[in-house]
């Protein structure tokens, strides 16, 4: 079986994926859950992601198998689960990494078939299940840091909001206040920072408690 699953960024595609692939470990009990890395460690920042999500991945059974090029290289057994995070990393470092095989190749969608689609049809048919994570490249502009990113969204509800109705404004800024004050502490206490996984999960919980109290104030107003 083969999963591709996909989104922008903080849209929580790797929890996700993360759940997807465990949830299929369990329908093979025989097999290993493994979790192929293909991000390269440029700098901290880099560096500082990848030890969040060991973080995130810490006592999940996973089992981490650095693959940052040549997919081919991988074997598996016929219960075994891979999780691949992700795509978008994996092509780039086939294209600009030294070890990477389209520098040698043309851009053609044949090439890439070769060196990227074919080693994971590959082995998805030797395993239970192979499921991919890749991101939505154009769906998105400006690549802020998450938190400040949260902040712009913020004060554009913030705005929206108030200028609607100030007093059922407040009381959502104040839910959406609260709420980030207590993701951002669970945050921090638990993974030791904010991954994109954690900011999309804070978005969604946010809107959901500010839907909640906007509808309560409408029908207590």
Known sequence: MLRLVTGGSCSGKSAFAEKLAIEEKKKHPAG????????????????ERIRRHRRMRKDKDFVT???????SRLTAEKEDVFLIECLSNLLANEMYEK???LQEKSSAPSCVEEVIAAPVRRLAGQCA?????????????IAFPQETAL??????CVGLMLAVSVKTGALACAAA???????RQKS???????TGDLAGYFV??????????????????
Not at 32 to 47: G, K, N, W
Not at 65 to 71: K, V, Y
Not at 177 to 183: D, R, S
């Open 151 to 156: 902040y712009l969204q913020l004060v554009l």
């Open 188 to 194: 921090y206490r638990e993974f030791g920072g904010i």
């Open 32 to 47: 290993t859950l493994y979790y192929v890395a293909t991000m390269v460690p440029y700098d901290e920042e880099c560096q």
């Open 129 to 141: 299940a192979v499921i991919v994570v890749t991101n939505e490249v154009f769906s998105e502009g």
């Open 99 to 101: 070890t990477g095989r």
């Open 177 to 183: 206040g609260l709420t980030y004050a207590y993701y």
């Open 65 to 71: 198998r650095e693959c940052h090029t040549d997919l």
């Open 204 to 221: 969604t919980l946010c809107e959901g408690v500010m839907a909640v109290l906007v509808a309560a104030a409408g029908l207590i107003g």
